[in-house]
């Protein structure tokens, strides 16, 4: 029978249950990644992440990652529209979105991921976060792979003019740009259909990091990798989680989530995508792939051809009330600080 000296004690722990601090209770963040589970990306950065943010919240906040729930394109609105808590994307895919965090993609920028994702970061804090481009969605951090360069399938680049006509795999934004700049019929498709395209001949090559040409496995679709000295342009990413979701958090853990973003998820990405660039180089250089630098008269070439952009981007940014000049201006300094 249920005795009063029970009755008490359940009642003194349903109080001590009622009294615990929301901080204590779980929350887990679905992170929808349309990445293979086996990229670097995955395995070096996000998976490691997510364990530090578990470790320092002491187990409030965990992330659960999921195959991807729709196409890596979509995960803007996946996120913003709680079909998923958080993602990673590529502005290029959504570029019309966020026209002034794209000059962080400029060409001839940054020699690294390292200075540029670091650049981008204290860039887009300081010229670019009261424009909102993220609106509708709560920004954690952002970054850029190393600089992008040009593959082929087999013809050698040493002149503008063997790029006249090539047919270029590219995500879309700066890459198209450029692509078009250089006489070259760009070809849309994600980046896990590149190698199927060029082995295929329905492109003759693709812009992009060595990192990433080597752990998409493309080495063997490519005969020749030519390395434009800071960056035939970037590509930048960004992580990105669901308001509501965020406010669902507790004070003490958005202050360490925030902590665990910004910057040092920059940084941390960054370190992962410049090893990656030394391996994926001294692997598809044993596999076949031959390597040369531009410089000399081709360089200069690509320099004079593709001045345009910077120009460009920035009047548009004036027109939206930022200091282009200013801004990038800064992004060099940051660079050259880093360097």
Same mark, same amino acid.
């Given at each position: 029978?249920?005795?009063?000296?029970?009755?008490?004690?359940?009642?003194?722990?349903?109080?001590?249950?009622?009294?615990?601090?929301?901080?204590?209770?779980?929350?887990?963040?679905?992170?929808?990644?349309?990445?293979?589970?086996?990229?670097?990306?995955?395995?070096?950065?996000?998976?490691?992440?997510?364990? /530090? &943010?578990?470790?320092?919240?002491?187990? @409030?906040? /965990?992330?659960?990652?999921?195959?991807?729930?729709?196409?890596?394109?979509?995960?803007?609105?996946?996120? @913003?529209?709680?079909?998923?808590?958080?993602?990673?994307?590529?502005?290029?895919?959504?570029?019309?979105?966020?026209?002034?965090?794209?000059?962080?993609?400029?060409?001839?920028?940054?020699?690294?991921?390292?200075?540029?994702?670091?650049?981008?970061?204290?860039?887009?804090?300081?010229?670019?976060?009261?424009?909102?481009?993220?609106?509708?969605?709560?920004?954690?951090?952002?970054?850029?792979?190393?600089?992008?360069?040009?593959?082929?399938?087999?013809?050698?680049?040493?002149?503008?003019?063997?790029? /006249?006509?090539?047919?270029? @795999?590219?995500?879309?934004?700066?890459?198209?740009?450029?692509?078009?700049?250089?006489?070259?019929?760009?070809?849309? %498709?994600?980046?896990?259909?590149?190698?199927?395209?060029?082995? @295929?001949?329905?492109?003759?090559?693709?812009?992009?990091?060595?990192?990433?040409?080597?752990?998409?496995?493309?080495?063997?679709?490519?005969?020749?990798? &030519?390395?434009?000295?800071?960056?035939?342009?970037?590509?930048?990413?960004?992580?990105?989680?669901?308001? *509501?979701?965020?406010?669902?958090?507790?004070?003490?853990?958005?202050?360490? &989530? *925030?902590?665990?973003?910004?910057?040092?998820?920059? %940084?941390?990405?960054?370190?992962?995508?410049?090893?990656?660039?030394?391996?994926?180089?001294?692997?598809?250089?044993?596999?076949?792939?031959?390597?040369?630098?531009?410089?000399?008269?081709?360089?200069?070439?690509? %320099?004079?051809?593709?001045?345009?952009?910077?120009?460009?981007?920035?009047?548009?940014?004036?027109?939206?009330?930022?200091?282009?000049?200013?801004?990038?201006?800064?992004?060099?300094?940051?660079?050259?600080?880093?360097?």
């Amino acid at each position: 029978m249920f005795s009063a000296k029970s009755f008490m004690a359940a009642v003194g722990l349903a109080a001590i249950a009622a009294a615990a601090p929301a901080s204590a209770e779980e929350t887990v963040i679905r992170f929808s990644n349309w990445l293979p589970p086996t990229y670097p990306l995955t395995t070096d950065v996000f998976v490691p992440w997510a364990e /530090k &943010l578990e470790e320092e919240t002491e187990g @409030r906040v /965990k992330i659960e990652f999921v195959s991807g729930l729709g196409s890596p394109q979509s995960h803007f609105d996946l996120v @913003r529209n709680g079909v998923a808590d958080m993602a990673f994307s590529v502005h290029a895919y959504n570029a019309d979105r966020f026209p002034l965090i794209m000059g962080v993609e400029l060409p001839f920028l940054a020699p690294d991921s390292r200075s540029a994702s670091v650049a981008a970061w204290r860039t887009y804090e300081a010229f670019f976060a009261d424009a909102n481009e993220y609106r509708g969605v709560e920004l954690i951090s952002l970054w850029n792979t190393g600089p992008a360069n040009i593959f082929t399938n087999e013809t050698e680049i040493s002149s503008l003019e063997d790029l /006249k006509g090539l047919k270029v @795999r590219v995500a879309g934004g700066i890459a198209k740009d450029v692509a078009e700049r250089l006489n070259m019929v760009p070809v849309f %498709a994600p980046a896990t259909e590149a190698y199927e395209m060029i082995s @295929r001949g329905v492109a003759d090559g693709i812009f992009f990091p060595t990192e990433s040409a080597f752990n998409f496995r493309l080495g063997p679709a490519l005969g020749h990798g &030519l390395k434009v000295p800071n960056g035939l342009y970037f590509s930048s990413q960004y992580l990105f989680m669901n308001p *509501r979701t965020w406010d669902r958090l507790s004070e003490e853990d958005q202050v360490i &989530l *925030r902590r665990l973003g910004g910057e040092y998820l920059a %940084a941390f990405a960054a370190e992962m995508w410049d090893e990656q660039d030394v391996l994926g180089e001294a692997e598809m250089g044993a596999g076949g792939t031959a390597f040369s630098v531009a410089e000399g008269v081709l360089m200069e070439s690509l %320099a004079e051809e593709l001045a345009v952009f910077e120009r460009q981007w920035i009047e548009m940014a004036t027109e939206r009330g930022v200091d282009g000049e200013a801004a990038l201006a800064y992004f060099r300094d940051q660079v050259e600080s880093l360097n």
